[in-house]
T-cell receptor, first 114, second 115 residues
Framework: AQSVTQPDIHITVSEGASLELRCNYS??????LFWYVQSPGQGLQLLLK??????LVQGIKGFEAEFKRSQSSFNLRKPSVHWSDAAEYFC????????????FGGGTRVLVKP | GAGVSQSPSNKVTEKGKDVELRCDPI?????LYWYRQRLGQGLEFLIY????????KSGLPSDRFSAERTGESVSTLTIQRTQQEDSAVYLC?????????????FGPGTRLTVL
């Protein structure tokens, strides 16, 4: 069975500072990996995804993530956060063999200090 | 085009009542998923429809939960005899064969509160 762990429940970061959110997954084959963002009162928005190929993927809003097979990780990064990045971030894993259903981590809530 | 829509946006019900939640997927999306998000937690998979295939019901937490889908359009999630632990946001998502079914587009959710 696939699983996703986001070790950090909350992260507080100053505006303009860099941000890294951790994600570790467990899956027997090469997974499809996703990062979603959920802002207060908003639905889930896809930030980026990894299916295959280049292990460093670029997403929207200046986010990027790196797939590291050896570490079973898919950490999300942003060089300089903006106040509007305050939200909850979810890492998810999916695979065709699993019927494409997504397994989500518990989420990391990001607070941005002025 | 329009995204995934869900109704109602909020539902308050009394324990023991039945509720129906509706999802309208993006037109042309053959795959449809239901997830549940309890307060402060990640999303849990409930059920998955793909075209005319039998649905994957492996995530339904009890037999009080059921879902139907009419062809490749609207889906209804029904919870019978609601319990307080059913309180959550119920999210629907759809995806397309053109995107290998792995990019799911989510609706805004229905917030269910069971008193």
């Amino acid at each position: 069975a696939q699983s996703v762990t986001q070790p950090d429940i909350h992260i507080t970061v100053s505006e303009g500072a860099s941000l890294e959110l951790r994600c570790n997954y467990s899956y027997g084959a090469t997974p499809y990996l996703f990062w979603y963002v959920q802002s207060p009162g908003q639905g889930l928005q896809l930030l980026l995804k990894y299916f295959s190929g280049d292990t460093l993927v670029q997403g929207i809003k200046g986010f990027e993530a790196e797939f590291k097979r050896s570490q079973s990780s898919f950490n999300l990064r942003k060089p300089s956060v903006h106040w509007s990045d305050a939200a909850e971030y979810f890492c998810a894993v999916g695979a065709k063999a699993a019927g494409n259903k997504l397994t989500f981590g518990g989420g990391t809530r990001v607070l941005v200090k002025p | 085009g329009a995204g995934v829509s869900q109704s109602p946006s909020n539902k308050v019900t009394e324990k023991g009542k039945d509720v129906e939640l509706r999802c309208d997927p993006i037109s042309g999306h053959t795959a449809l998923y239901w997830y549940r998000q309890r307060l402060g937690q990640g999303l849990e998979f409930l059920i998955y429809f793909q075209g005319n295939s039998a649905p994957d019901k492996s995530g339904l937490p009890s037999d009080r939960f059921s879902a139907e889908r009419t062809g490749e359009s609207v889906s209804t999630l029904t919870i019978q005899r609601t319990q307080q632990e059913d309180s959550a946001v119920y999210l629907c998502a759809s995806s397309s064969r053109l995107r290998n079914y792995n990019e799911q587009f989510f609706g805004p959710g229905t917030r269910l509160t069971v008193l």
